[in-house]
Every structure is written in C-alpha cells, then in structure tokens.
C-alpha cells in the first residue's frame, strides 16, 4: 500500500495535534505535525535530506509566526515577508511551492474568504478547505490533490474566479505601464524592488544621485503612482523582480541613462 505522508502546520497546538491523530489513524497515512512556519521549514528540509519527502501540507490560513535563526534557508529564503520576518500561512505555502513543487498544499481556514482563497491559489495551493469539515471531506481532499485536482468549496467558486479575473486585469495594467518605462528606468525600477536606496542605486549603475532621482521620479510618474512603495507593489503585481545584488554590474551609465 502506498502510504501518504502529510505535514499539519498550525500554531494551535491542540487542534494540530488532534488533526494529527485523526489522519494517523488512517492506514496509508503518514503524518506529522509543526506549530509554527519556521518548524514547518525544518520539517520539510529534513525530510528531503532523510529522502522522504512530505507529499501534502496542510496549513492554517492563519498561520503567523516569525522566522527566527534555526530556520532552514532552503525554504524561508523562498517565502515572501512583510520585511518583518512574518510567515504566514499563504507565504509558507509560495515558499514551499517554489522550492518543493511536488508537495501538494491545502490551506485550512476557520472561514470562507474569497480574497484569500484566491490569492492562496496564486501562491500556489491546491486546495482550500474549512477546518470544521468532516474527516473523510478532508482525505478526500488530500487524495484528490495528489492527483493534480484543485478543491475548493463550491460556496466560494464564483468569488474566487471573480478575484482571479481582477487579479489578472491589474497584473496586465501594470504589465503595460512598466513596458512603458526606457530600459534604464526598468533598472532603477529593479534596484527599488531590491529595497536600494537613492544613493546605493547611484553606485550600482554609476550614475549620480541627481540623476537616479530624475530616473525615479520618471519612474513613479509613468506607473501613475506617488511613493517607492507603491511602485514597489506595482512592479510585483506586473512581475518585476528585484535587481540581482551579487553580480558585478556590466552596464555603465553613459549607454542607458
């Protein structure tokens, strides 16, 4: 029998622990349980250098919880912050999807949310289920993710597509705002998402800083918007990665600028 090996992440001890205990009692599941996202991560990369990879994580929807020290940088370099080092639930569930794509994810919420449903299948869940479903609703589940299917309560279908819909609407709205923006521009817009400053952009691409200001408010004129940050969110949402900090930068000033 091939047996099924779960990980449960919630930071209720007891509610983890007793959903722990029901699955193990299932006789092709293996499960285990972490109270927070930093344990999770141990988890997980514990597993794969034991080789014996999870094949499905349930999360809660609600998980929070601050990265400390101990945890492994195979997956927390890969999970998304608020630069205050919080891991939430539908974070984990990106970093895990971009470093451990074969593990399925099913994110557990005390209530329907069509927002962050949404935004949890963007990150890349397989599923979304209520926390006070039935047992036998949940192994259905994790088996039906294990055969590449996506579950979502019925209740939440349509407002979850309408979400996905918009998302798409303002991801191609910021798509067509950056191409707007000349080649340097892209660039200085790069350095801002990698969270430099006006300063330290002008040493990366030898530039002065009179002149990276003028980029940068070229920048924030064009995306139609008034603060770094909200360029920073704008570039995100259109698919702008940060600048690549540990290379030599090749460009010289006087090609671009």
Known sequence: MARIRVLVVDDHRIFAESLAAA????????VSAAGSGPAAVRCLDRAVAEGRRYDVMLVDADLGAVAGPGASLTVAQAVPDDGGGVVDGISLVAGVRSTQPAVRTVVLAEKDDPHRAALALQAGASGWVAKDC???????VIRGVLRDETHLPPALLTGVLRELTAARKHRTESEQLVESLTPREREVLRCMVAGLGRKAVAERLFLSPHTVRTHMQNVLGKLGVHSTLAAVALARRAGVGPADLSGDVVERGGQLA
């Open 23 to 30: 699955l193990a009692a299932e006789p092709d599941v293996d």
């Open 134 to 140: 039935s047992l036998q609703r949940l192994l259905a």
